[in-house]
């Protein structure tokens, strides 16, 4: 780590400069929109909040080179209509990396830290186990940031590992009519099925969530007297986190909790997708069955890559086509090929 270290924010219509000293944000300035930014004290500026569209919370904790395509999808999706963000990361190495990498659509970003006090704490013990506890400090974070900053609605995303292989505006498109059913059926948090389906619906799971004015999380949180919930779900799992305490929610307690996904879109969970084909995967929602083609095709098990969409996930439709159309995205968005020089591209025979 540096004492002092200067990093070049990219934004769309400028340039910013950040000035760190022993790795902590002190001085930005820069060009907007052609207007010059006089030099100011980072932490005492306040960054404006947009409440009256629903806020993302991204979240972020892998340096890996995945982390970047999808941040940057998910920056350029919330961008079209002003969505305002936060990105919710613990390592300032990742923070820099960040910085550095993406180009943002303006000059109002905001990091934000998970919260570490002593009556989170409490309540993390009785939720998560040890395995799980960072990312549930993380998720929580989320709802009592929102509930401080007076945001009703949100999205929870795993934002760095996560991407629907859509053009902006479908993946928009899909997210604004996730949020209209939500508010329209009183529906506290939906999610994308990417566990639910899988797991027979057994477990429901963050990952792409929208919380539609849950403020009483943070009530049930405090009242949990031990983990005793947990008791429910031995048979299927040891290691708990907050999904799985949502699952509970959800079948004891009676919130309106649902599941979503996006029929004929492909979809990508990074990972290792060889060594961790579960935890890991590209799949598809087609003709009432979820699809996992590397489960199907490369390990040659449709049993495992090809499963029933549960009869309670909520259907959403892109304007999308399967296919040739997420072939020309995943071009665009992901393969390194778009780099080739010629040479190489003459050597593989691509046009």
Known sequence: MKIFEKIKINIRNGKIRQIRFCDIP????????????????????????NRQKSVFYLKINRDEEYTYLSLQHWLDTIALKKHDFFILCDNQKLERNVLRKIVFADSNIKFIRSMRNAKLQKIVEKIATKWWSKATFAHLTTF????????????????????????????DNVLTNVEDYSVQNGIRAISLDMWHSRTRMKHWSFGITYINNFYEVYDICEELADSSWQKNY??????????????????????????????????????????????????????????????????????????????????????????????????????????????????????
Request: charged share 20%.
């Open 26 to 49: 002190i001085i930005e300035y820069g060009i907007e929109n052609n207007k010059k930014i006089r030099p100011y004290l980072v932490f005492f500026h306040k960054r404006k909040i």
């Open 144 to 171: 009592f940031h929102a509930r401080k900053n007076s945001i009703t609605n949100f999205w929870n995303i795993d934002a760095d590992d996560t991407m629907f292989v859509l053009d902006t505006k479908d993946i």
């Open 234 to 351: 031995t048979e299927c799992e040891i290691a708990f986190n907050l999904d799985w305490f949502f699952t509970y929610l959800k079948e004891f307690k009676h919130y309106r909790i649902e599941s979503f996904y996006v029929s004929n879109c492909l979809f990508i969970h990074w990972g290792n997708f060889l060594i961790n084909p579960i935890g890991s995967n590209v799949c598809y929602w087609q003709d009432g069955y979820l699809n996992y083609p590397i489960l199907i095709y490369i390990y040659n098990d449709e049993v495992l890559g090809r499963i029933p969409i549960a009869l309670d996930c909520k259907e959403f439709h892109s304007n999308a086509a399967l296919g040739l159309m997420s072939n020309k995205l995943l071009f665009k968005h992901v393969s390194n090929i778009k780099f080739f020089p010629q040479e190489l591209k003459r050597l593989h025979n691509i046009k």
